[in-house]
């Protein structure tokens, strides 16, 4: 019987193994060519019987003449062919238990099935029908407008939603694909000749890249080479479409959005530069420490401290070109101007004082747990892939980011935050 | 199937050990029979806030996260009407430090007045955030207060109004604790990268010695059987009209309960789905229209919610809904229909139980149903519905009688 009570002793926490002396493993995906020279990324792994499969196109709003087009194409794909209405691929996909998503993101714009694994070569042709014949019917485009339009009148009355759209045109400049916002306008605006256009070019003769992942059937690679290697997509890359961005001069702003609002949205941001730039890892580090986690010192301060708010977080935006630094809260709107001179004070904290060690050792710890966490399930190691294909980033990113986060020094994160950590330099948005 | 071994301890807390080498990690998933239909009327809110408290440091250990994030873990918890989960994942190697920190704070919590003062504040600002200053977001507040007159799901599990949080005072949070909190009402399960042997001798060094306490055996009142159609209108500054319709169902273990996730399959599950097809697509009455329910362990809600197409009339949007309700109620779903909806079935099963966190939590939930090998025979509940019974339940729910209205205009 045990009879440990008596010496248990609850103040000490348990002999733990240092996540730091874990050695972390990316598994590496399988690579193959379609018969149409399309890039193939395989991740096998997972117990269940389960798949998913991304098709990536470079057809983000980044390569749109016009408000919303990119977006609309890729919403309306599989909204009727020649042969299908919406609501027979609806029911076909609906029919096998697997979902059919599609998202429009600034560079690219996806279409991701997740479905059982025994029934891939059944959805398949399908998708391939969407890339090949896409009809966008004019029915389906009205429907679509109206209810965008609708939906957008909603969020337009959230804070949050204004809010997250203003700080990226300050960031960006409304020219530019990240800083570039949808009115009703632009939806009436848009007319089903320019996302034929669209379509045709960046979907039917687009760049695509394919990434699947799981408990793939044996015979996935021919199924795949069926379904997508006959299509005439345009896989050389030639088309780079240069954009920069052009911040805003006036840093502060205020809005009253709801005049009888309880609560302020707060963002306070500045430009930072893409995943390529040596002080991007260590920054993450020092993000960490400042606004990336649960035990971080805006939580810490602003939330678990003060209760001024439900959270507070900071991070770095995930774009390929350019990225940002970004303070997000949603916090009472009485407390707002106490909250941002609390950031700004855990800023210069960071810039006057050096990270104790305790404290440096507790984010390394918790960033490889957390990462260790991340790197389980085929999905999880397939996006991480993704990301550093779609990136063009390699293994060295992964194996760099772990020896950044294992040995980063409290000097070099201070001198990060007196180069990145100036209040003068960011942008401040409350919106009530 | 899921392997898992399952113990009591003297204590009488139940233990669930699910063994999975596919993964370095570990999760420790507590779960406490305790949710918000367990608060008094005028003190709601209370359990979910106490959730907030149970992070507030325990008899032993000042600060729970730090050691957690020291020891590379992440954590988080729920409230729920029906319960309350904590859940932490971390490595497998370090897992001593979980079932440490859960385990002193079932023992006791250091009931810190600087720590409630705090929460109090957080969880308000969670209120606002999310059901105040949101358009639309007292939508549940006034539909649960219409459905249930007696019943404690008739409060959300944020709380009824900001102030009950406001009130709630240390000596409450004591009483609470001492109730609910104790091995003779909570549930683990240790899943991930573990050996059962190692799994259990740690279940029993750290929470052996906790008193059992008190099982709680808890004497809702019972929701009367709804006689009459009820409605609710609201004038609201957001900008669509809205409607929010709602009737009783079976509670989660009845065989009604599985008839109505599949109706609401029917209803409103994805593209193909009637209402989505009828009403958005075909008649364009609504922007957008869905159709759920809520999962509860008692008789719950199944709903469906939409907002109109500008222009449209409430009665045209709610006669469209009564006449897919009548198709419904008479005739069979053809056998490719009700196939389609036990395929989307099984696929949301097998992705939930991707996660290991995930299975953790559905072993709690389902030994806190009764027994976890449910878990296992939850598919085959829904393989053995037939047209009939879709067709013979929906009579039972969409019975005028059994309805509930929110006509929630738009002021502008």
Known sequence: MYNQNKMLNRTIQPHITQPTEFNLHLKPYQHFTLDNGTNVYAVEAGEQDVLMLELVFNAGNWYEDKNIIAGSANFLLKNGTSSKTAYEINEHFDFYGAYLNRSCYNETATITLHCLNKNLHQLTPVITELLSDAIFPENELAIYKQNQKQRLEVNLKKCDFVANRLIDEYLFGFHHPYGRYTSTLDYDAVDRESIVEFYKQYYQKGNCKIFIGGKLPVNYQAVLNEAFGKLPFNNTDLFQ?????????????????????????????????NKHHPDFQKTLVLNNVFGGFFGSRLMSNIREDKGYTYGIHSYLQNHIHESAWMIS???????AAATIDEVYKE???????????????????????????????????????????????????????????????AEELQSLAKKYLNPDEFYELVVV | MIQYNKFILDNGLRVLIHKDDSTPMAVVNVLYDVGAKDELPNKTGFAHLFEHLMFG???????????????GGENNAYTTNDLTNYYCQLPAENLETAMWLESDRMLSLAFNKKSLETQRKVVCEEFKEHYINKPYGDVWAKMRALTYTVHPY????????????????????????????????????????????TALELANKWFGSIPSGEKYNRNLPLEPVQTAPKFLEVKADVPLDALVKAWHIDSRLEKGYYVADLITEVLGGGGSSRLFQKLVKEKQLFSNLDCYHFGSVEKGLIAIE??????????????????????????????????KVKNKTESVIAFEDMALMSRANSLAFYELLGDATMMDTELSKYQ?????????????????NNSNTLRYYSKN
């Open chain 1, 241 to 273: 479409k240069e954009i920069h961005s052009a911040p805003a001069i006036t840093k502060k702003y205020n809005l009253i959005n709801d005049a009888n609002g309880v609560q302020a949205a707060v963002r306070i941001a500045r430009n930072f530069p």
């Open chain 1, 347 to 409: 800023m210069k904290i960071l810039q006057d004082t050096l990270i104790d060690a305790e404290e440096l050792d507790l984010v390394r710890n918790y960033m490889i747990g957390t990462l260790l966490g991340d790197l389980d399930g085929p999905f999880q190691i397939l996006s991480r892939w993704k990301s550093y294909i779609l990136n063009d980033l390699s293994i060295d990113y992964f194996n760099n980011a772990i020896k950044t986060i294992k040995t980063v020094s």
């Open chain 2, 57 to 71: 440091g325990s008899i032993n250990i000042e600060d729970y996260d730090e050691p957690l994030q020291r020891a």
């Open chain 2, 306 to 339: 939409g907002k109109l197409v500008k222009g449209k009339s409430m009665q045209d949007a709610e006669d469209a809904i009564e006449e897919e309700l009548q198709k419904i109620m008479t005739e069979l779903v053809s056998e490719n229909e009700l196939q």
């Open chain 1, 329 to 335: 809260t949603e916090c009472g709107r009485d407390v």
């Open chain 2, 384 to 400: 053995a519905i037939t047209t009939q019974d879709i067709l013979e339940y929906s009579k039972i729910i969409f019975n005028k």
């Open chain 2, 154 to 197: 008739g409060w959300m599990t944020i709380g009824k109004e900001l102030s009950h949080v406001e009130d709630a005072t240390l000596e409450d949070v004591k009483a609470f604790f001492k109730k609910h909190y104790c091995p003779a009402n909570a549930v683990l399960v240790i899943a991930g990268k573990v050996e059962t042997t």
